[in-house]
């Protein structure tokens, strides 16, 4: 996959859509105070732009069906509907279009 790909642009732009919304996330936590969530919202803010790069440098492998883990992590940190959503969106892409 390269830039060029509809696969690799879309799978940029579910990534972008995903940061924004960790970071509107990560915002909303660190004006609660709750700077355990703030700590997980930089990880997962990480490992978006981490997809993002991969994508866009062609060095993400296809998915062959698998997942990225990315509900899961989510669902475990107890994020935003706006954020569990982007990242459920960027997943599914993923498992389901990615290299398929």
Excluded at 12 to 22: S, Y
Excluded at 35 to 52: G, K, M
Aim: aromatic fraction near 8%; include cysteine.
């Amino acid at each position: 996959m390269h830039l060029g790909d509809p696969k690799a642009i879309r799978m940029i732009q579910l990534a972008d859509a995903a940061i924004d919304a960790a970071q509107k996330a990560q915002s909303s936590a660190a004006t609660a105070g709750q700077t355990w969530l703030v700590e997980d919202c930089d990880l997962t803010i990480a490992n978006f732009r981490a997809i993002r790069e991969q994508a866009a440098s062609g060095r993400l492998p296809p998915s062959k069906g698998a997942g990225l883990g990315i509900t899961r992590a989510l669902g475990e940190f107890g994020v935003s509907t706006e954020l569990y959503a982007a990242g459920q969106a960027l997943e599914n892409y993923y498992q389901d279009e990615y290299g398929a």
